[in-house]
């Protein structure tokens, strides 16, 4: 028995992959010795590379060495297990895939698993022994003599509790990464849906232009067709007024023409008296014809016509290369993505001020009207049709298209809204239709200490963040985006409106008691 202990402890037939005695002993050409099937196992994993090596050595092999029974080595193995080798084994080898484990006593209160080829490295390569400690000075795998060895005044804990430890930690990182992966696919659908917002505006822009441009060419036509019929008029006019000319003038030539072969013939006569007599007669039958000189200038008739349709086709062409420039730059602003850091926000900034005639009496505008708080009293103030008799809003005076940025501070307890609304929103009203977010004329943020809140056409939605005391808001109204955000270190989201927006908006603020709200100056 003794003898048994002593080779085992050489390890001399020992599998190394699953340290159980060898059972269908090979060696391979580098000379350690395997169980058959763990050598088999290890290098099935191996096929995809085509290169083999041994889990001991790490020696090589290409290709795949054939395996042989070491037969002399398996004779010694069962010799050595009738002389009681079994029973000499050390308690933390490990038996190969396909041993009966569960049958063993040995092995009930174990918890058993699957043999792989890197059990190996999870045995110290100083001691032999199975790594169970976690060594956080080092941040590596010991085993338990280690420990007392070069680890001996080092922060050590179990593998297990190092486990739990790091558990919590990793799932820590996969709920942010699950947050990041629903924020990302939010994103995604945004996208999506402001890529095929886009397109149908682009094809809707593209019909409207092809109708535009449709009846311009037809209305060009029809003033075509206006000036080709004045033109034929007026030529027929002077055609016909030429022929009665032309008529009167051939026959004045006819009766020129007789009376010449009159006179030529009387020229001519022998006797006097007849002469005397009949050119008396022929002076007072025959005066001179009272027509008017006619002067004919036929390359000037139409000159100014032309001239005039010459000037016509620079002017459109001029008109047509301005306008054409400005819808290019127009176009140029069309964006789906919007900016993401607030210095990008700062290129659409845009100034905006309050307007008094729209102001609810109680709220009080300061500071060149960019400043708006609530007071207790009414103001004496001139009534005006725009003015909200009602509810304690005010609206800016600027209308907003294209791409536009502004932000707004607010204070006090019972809270304001940042809205933006068509101008065409009543004002003299107590139902809804008047109030910001509550009709399909406005959209509005409420801001108080303790929630945020977004409403249009009366439907409320939370927003469950932090309140913040500055807000940003962000409209591209060619996309049909309105988004607000917190603003702070960064520029955090709180909701994004995606619709179309038919006419320009008007930024707008309800200010609830001793509330006060302040249009940033973005330029400082």
Same mark, same amino acid.
């Given at each position: 028995m003794a003898q048994a202990e002593d080779l085992l402890d050489q390890d001399h037939f020992s599998c190394p992959v699953c340290l159980d005695v060898l059972k269908d002993p090979v060696t391979i050409h580098c000379g350690h010795s395997y169980c058959m099937g763990c050598i088999k196992g290890c290098w099935d994993q191996d096929d995809h590379t085509g290169m083999y090596s041994c889990p001991q050595c790490r020696q090589t092999f290409t290709p795949r060495p054939v395996l042989g029974r070491n037969t002399i080595l398996a004779a010694m193995v069962e010799k050595l297990k009738k002389m009681g080798l079994q029973a000499a084994l050390p308690a933390h080898c490990y038996a190969g895939p396909g041993d009966p484990h569960n049958e063993s006593p040995a092995f009930k209160k174990h918890k058993l698993v699957q043999a792989t080829r890197e059990l190996q490295e999870?045995?110290?390569?100083?001691?032999?022994?199975?790594?169970?400690?976690?060594?956080?000075?080092?941040?590596?795998?010991?085993?338990?003599?280690?420990?007392?060895?070069?680890?001996?005044?080092?922060?050590?804990?179990?593998?297990?509790?190092?486990?739990?430890?790091?558990?919590? %930690?990793?799932?820590? /990182?996969?709920?942010?990464?699950?947050?990041?992966?629903?924020?990302?696919?939010?994103?995604?659908?945004?996208?999506?849906?402001?890529?095929?917002?886009?397109?149908?505006?682009?094809?809707?822009?593209?019909?409207?232009?092809?109708?535009?441009?449709?009846? /311009?060419?037809?209305?060009?036509?029809?003033?075509?067709?206006?000036?080709?019929?004045?033109?034929?008029?007026?030529?027929?006019?002077?055609?016909? %007024?030429?022929?009665?000319?032309?008529?009167?003038?051939?026959?004045?030539?006819?009766?020129?023409?007789?009376?010449?072969?009159?006179?030529?013939?009387?020229?001519?006569?022998?006797?006097?008296?007849?002469?005397? %007599?009949?050119?008396?007669?022929?002076?007072?039958?025959?005066?001179?014809?009272?027509?008017?000189?006619?002067?004919?200038?036929?390359?000037?008739?139409?000159?100014?016509?032309?001239?005039?349709?010459?000037?016509?086709?620079?002017?459109?062409?001029?008109?047509?290369?301005?306008?054409?420039?400005? /819808?290019?730059?127009?176009?140029k602003e069309v964006h789906i993505v919007e900016p993401k850091t607030r210095e990008e926000f700062l290129h659409y900034s845009c100034l905006l001020t309050m307007d008094p005639n729209t102001a609810y009496r109680e709220l009080c505008l300061s500071e060149g009207n960019r400043v708006v708080k609530r007071v207790k009293k009414t103001l004496s103030c001139l009534d005006h049709q725009e003015r909200f008799n009602y509810w304690t809003q005010v609206l800016c005076r600027e209308g907003l298209s294209g791409c536009c940025y502004w932000e707004a501070e607010w204070s006090g307890e019972r809270g304001v809204e940042i809205a933006a609304s068509y101008k065409d929103i009543k004002r003299k009203t107590k139902d809804e239709d008047s109030s910001f977010g509550h009709n399909d004329k406005s959209w509005s943020l409420s801001c108080s200490p303790s929630s945020y809140s977004f409403w249009h056409n009366g439907e409320k939605t939370k927003i469950p963040v932090p309140p913040s005391s500055r807000i940003g808001v962000y409209l591209d109204h060619r996309a049909g985006t309105l988004s607000f955000y917190s603003v702070s270190d960064t520029m955090t989201v709180l909701h994004r409106v995606q619709t179309t927006f038919s006419k320009p908006l008007y930024p707008g603020f309800y200010v609830g008691r001793e509330c006060s709200v302040k249009l940033c100056c973005l330029g400082e």
């Open positions: 999870k045995i110290c390569s100083h001691h032999d022994k199975l790594l169970e400690v976690y060594c956080r000075t080092d941040q590596q795998c010991i085993c338990l003599l280690c420990v007392m060895d070069e680890h001996r005044s080092h922060d050590t804990v179990s593998a297990v509790a190092e486990r739990t430890e790091k558990q919590k %930690q990793l799932g820590e /990182m996969q709920k942010k990464i699950q947050q990041r992966i629903q924020e990302r696919e939010k994103e995604l659908e945004d996208l999506r849906q402001a890529a095929e917002s886009l397109t149908g505006s682009a094809q809707a822009a593209v019909e409207d232009s092809e109708r535009i441009f449709t009846e /311009m060419i037809r209305s060009i036509e029809r003033r075509h067709s206006e000036v080709k019929e004045l033109i034929r008029n007026q030529e027929k006019a002077a055609v016909s %007024q030429a022929e009665r000319l032309l008529e009167k003038l051939e026959q004045e030539i006819a009766e020129l023409r007789g009376r010449d072969a009159e006179l030529e013939q009387l020229s001519h006569t022998e006797d006097h008296i007849h002469f005397l %007599q009949s050119s008396q007669s022929l002076c007072a039958s025959h005066g001179p014809a009272d027509l008017p000189s006619i002067t004919v200038n036929p390359n000037n008739s139409f000159l100014d016509v032309r001239k005039s349709v010459s000037e016509l086709k620079e002017r459109l062409e001029d008109f047509c290369k301005g306008e054409l420039i400005k /819808m290019s730059e127009l176009v």
